[in-house]
């Protein structure tokens, strides 16, 4: 995909992380138009509880584009309560046979606790490797800060917060005013 037709992704920062029965999601609060910041308080990471299970989404891209997503993996866990894997393939067939949903500018990262996923503008379902997965501006700082933490002691919100911090002092789209969301295993 061009970066000339998807321009709102160059916005923001997640993070996912799996470590020790644990996994956090964090996302920075840095909201752009262009090269202007509108706004440094966004929260971009959000639980969800569709029938009683709890799952962590992380966004990335259109705001809109992403609360259309974030609605329909709700009604798709509503549909298949307690089975992410199954929610995320729905949406994502959803998302590639739907004309409207195909124009959509987002990604997300989705985690039960148990499963961590990555659903991009393509309509794909990830299943990230090394238990980190990373969407945004600066995905790809975060994710190699993240890897390069990964064997120390320090645990799964420690290193997602060291590894945005590292984003954001990188990333001109990324600001280290963060939510962090925390899901047992």
């Not at 160059?10 to 020790?20: F, M, N, Q």
Request: net charge negative.
């Amino acid at each position: 995909m061009a970066d000339d037709k998807f321009p709102g992704w160059h916005g923001t920062t997640i993070i996912g992380v799996r470590k020790g029965g644990r996994v956090v999601v964090a996302g920075d609060g840095q909201v752009s138009l262009g090269q202007t910041v509108i706004k440094g308080t966004a929260r971009k990471v959000r639980r969800l509880s569709p029938s009683g299970h709890d799952v962590v989404a992380g966004f990335a891209g259109s705001t809109a584009d992403a609360f259309t997503l974030l609605e329909r993996l709700e009604k798709k866990l509503e549909a298949a309560p307690g089975q992410l894997s199954r929610a995320c393939v729905e949406l994502a067939k959803d998302w590639r046979m739907d004309k409207y949903l195909r124009n959509l500018e987002a990604m997300l990262i989705v985690t039960d606790g148990r499963d961590l996923f990555v659903l991009t503008g393509a309509g794909d379902v990830l299943e990230p490797e090394h238990d980190i997965a990373a969407i945004g501006s600066g995905g790809n700082y975060a994710l190699a800060a993240a890897r390069g933490l990964m064997e120390t002691d320090l645990d799964a919100e420690a290193i997602a917060r060291k590894a945005m911090s590292i984003a954001a002092e990188i990333c001109v789209y990324t600001n280290g005013n963060l939510t962090v969301e925390t899901i047992l295993g």
